[in-house]
């Protein structure tokens, strides 16, 4: 019984960087979750400015700093924002890329 104190803390020096980066990648994720919802809400502002032929679509992509393609097909438009986001977690951002790409796409009729 003598060594349980010295056996938990090797257990514990193993486990700890397991656990850290765990953390750091829940943490990465949730912050590509929020962009990804946070592009989704900009999505609908676009598509607002560019059915009303709103002079101030481009200051608005140019300010948000977004990317933005259109793609028109007959009466339709897919209209598709890219935004990157920094993955700051070693080792995650050997699996999922240093700049992680997230798109939000729709498509709408043209009357």
């Known amino acids: 019984m003598k060594d349980s104190k010295g056996q938990a803390l090797v257990e514990f020096i193993l486990i700890m960087p397991v656990l850290v980066f765990i953390l750091l990648a829940m943490i990465d994720i949730g912050n590509i979750v929020v962009q990804k919802y946070e592009l989704e809400n900009?999505?609908?502002?676009?598509?607002?400015?560019?059915?009303?032929?709103?002079?101030?679509?481009?200051?608005?992509?140019t300010k948000k700093n977004i990317n933005v393609t259109y793609e028109r097909d007959y009466n339709y438009t897919t209209?598709?924002?890219?935004?990157?986001?920094?993955?700051?977690?070693?080792?995650?951002?050997n699996i999922i890329g240093k700049n992680y790409l997230i798109k939000a796409k729709r498509t709408i009729y043209n009357e």
């Open 42 to 61: 900009e999505l609908d502002t676009v598509i607002e400015l560019y059915q009303n032929n709103d002079k101030t679509l481009e200051n608005y992509i």
């Open 79 to 93: 209209i598709i924002l890219e935004n990157k986001v920094n993955v700051k977690t070693p080792g995650l951002n």
